[in-house]
């Protein structure tokens, strides 16, 4: 068995590659005007207009968005807890592989009878139906891995279809799966078996989403009523210490209160912040934020997932939605981060963006992407 889990592994991290390298290889085709016939699965003409989430801006956090940029912020969130050693190149592939997702695709049963049923299930994971906070897993599920991996696949697909890609829409569905299934892996890198909320996540959620928001209403209403976004770190590969340093996804929400200049501001990730957004002029918003991030998640005896949450709070500024820096404070293993997005710097760096934080060890880590290496980013830390 581990040798099938071993071959299983290594084809997650080959479609991983291959959602990456489409993307590489497709950069030299931007601007394609192909006459032929579009649909949603095929590459549309240089004339196309219909981009919701991704714009191509050449700025900010949409000039960082990549496939790889999903993979490594998405796949691997967890490891911005404080107890993660973020050990990207040592994390157990192959068991993570064999519990997290063998087990729940070829038999899920036992994994829900070690639940407490599927009654149970539904109860926490699918709908509301406990007045327990500990119990509303649901809220997780719709918000992050529904409604977050249903934009991800949306802008993805925009994102392959301006560089040319041929079935974008298809490598977008490959690349936002690929991540989700990384994201239960590395969840579960010390349980002993796999949690019934990768159950929900994986045949319910993650899927959901890559399937039902190929409807573009909810998209756009997300996108333009709401300006929701993807503010999501600059993830890096940091040495000598060999660490997956300042990842995590996030997505804002700037939603109307009845101000012309002045909204609710939202963003949801690891916790969830609160706050105002400021119009400041035609293009530029600053935001502010405070809440609670999570700090710890814990897996008791059934399986069942809870978090703990400590204060956090953040400050952003943006330029048409895209993000251009934030300072952000959380309980988790970077006390404090300091993100500038590519094409705030000018002349030959104007394509590169640079991080700083400060863990809770009293460390500092530094680091750098470029959005012509599809925002890989390297650093330093001990």
Known sequence: MSGVSDRATRLLLGLASLAVSAGALGAQRTGDS???VQTSWSRPS??????LLYKGYGYGSDAYYSPLTVLLNKGYDIFQLRTSPRNFWTFPYSPAWKHAIED??????PIVDRFGGWRRLARLELYPGSTNVDEWNWFV????????????MRMLDEWYRERGVPLPRLWAMVTTYSASVLNEMTEQEDAPYATAGGVADLLVFDMG?????????????LSHTLQIADWSNQAALTYPNRQLQNNGQYFTMKVPIGFERTRLFIRG?????FGISRKLDDEHHLSVGGGGDTRVRDIDATGHETVRFAPGFGVYYDRNNSLLWSVT????????AINVYPGVSSGILRGTGFWGVFTRHHEVRLGIVHRNALSLGLGYGR
């Open 34 to 36: 192909s006459s032929a």
């Open 209 to 221: 989403a890559v399937i039902l928001f190929h409807w573009k209403q909810p998209t756009y209403y």
């Open 141 to 152: 599920n719709y918000t992050e891995h529904f409604v977050g991996g249903g934009l991800s």
């Open 46 to 51: 240089h004339a196309d207009s219909t981009r």
């Open 104 to 109: 729940v695709f070829g038999d899920p049963g």
């Open 269 to 273: 990730g690891m916790g969830a912040q």
């Open 329 to 336: 404070g959380s309980p988790a293993s970077n006390l404090l």
